[in-house]
């Protein structure tokens, strides 16, 4: 349960002030010794914390699941195996598992997403990193549109997609080899671009270190880069920046500007 939820059944007589205060003593988080869950990340930062599945002993993983699970109703985790999927399953039956992106999530029924977060990718083997991004952003309540296998190598597929780039809040630009996608996009939208390197090429690519480089070194404005195969980060920052886009959106609307 978050603090807002906390405080209303405060407010409407459903839950008595001192199990109010038996509940606020695991803020700011709860130490299971091996952990500590961050259960105020998302009243301090708007999204609550996610979890890291890679390497994490097996006990330590479910076990962190199933906690945040039972506190916030839902729960993030990346990086996850087939295996670690079917370990968590058993104590969180409603778990689900994309093999692709290798999310492992719960999200409540019924959530709301706004905005415009177009996620791209360079090519058909980006979509992995490009997936894990554009879920990120889903999860944190972004309405996500993707177009992939855009990449320069035949730069017409991308410029048949400008209406929808034209549309976007943010754009996650996804891509390998020598990663010069962020740039294209870059250079024909208005919006902000988090452009991401992946491990995709051959040998000279240095498993991404190519691309990194190339994003880095864009003579495009505006954009951000994150750090190679890093589509959870990107689509958390685009999830930030569509999230300022939709607020900055319903101040204008209210204004009568």
């Keep these: 349960m978050d603090i807002e939820e906390l405080l209303r ?6 839950m008595e002030v001192a199990q109010a205060k038996e509940a606020l003593k695991n803020l700011p988080y709860e130490d299971l010794g091996y952990a500590k869950l961050d259960f105020h990340r998302k009243l301090r930062t708007g999204f609550g914390e996610t979890v890291f599945c890679q390497g994490k002993p097996d006990a330590y993983l479910a076990e962190i699941f199933k906690n945040i699970y039972s506190r916030d109703g839902e729960v993030l985790g990346t990086r996850a195996s087939q295996a670690q999927y079917e370990l968590v399953e058993k104590l969180v039956p409603q778990v689900v598992y994309d093999p692709i992106s290798r999310i492992l999530k719960v999200e409540q029924e019924g959530k709301g997403r706004e905005g415009n977060v177009v996620v791209c990718t360079g090519g058909t083997a980006d979509i992995p990193v490009a997936e894990e991004a554009a879920q990120t952003a889903e999860y944190f309540g972004c309405h996500v549109d993707r177009i992939y296998d855009v990449g320069v190598a035949g730069i017409h597929r991308l410029l048949s997609k400008r209406e929808r780039l034209f549309a976007a809040n943010c754009i996650v630009a996804v891509a390998g080899m020598e990663g010069a996608l962020g740039t294209a996009v870059a250079g024909l939208a208005s919006c902000p ?3 991401v390197p992946t491990s995709v090429g051959y040998g000279a690519s240095f498993h991404g270190l190519s691309a ?3 994003m880095i070194n864009s003579c495009a404005n505006g954009i951000s880069v994150v750090n190679i195969d890093n589509g959870y980060g990107a689509g958390y920052l685009a999830a930030q920046i569509n999230r300022l886009a939709v607020k900055g959106n319903e101040k204008n609307t209210l204004s009568g500007m």
Aim: charged content about 15%.
């Design 193 to 195: 671009v988090v452009a």
């Design 9 to 14: 059944q405060v407010r409407d007589g459903q």
């Design 212 to 214: 990194l480089l190339t």
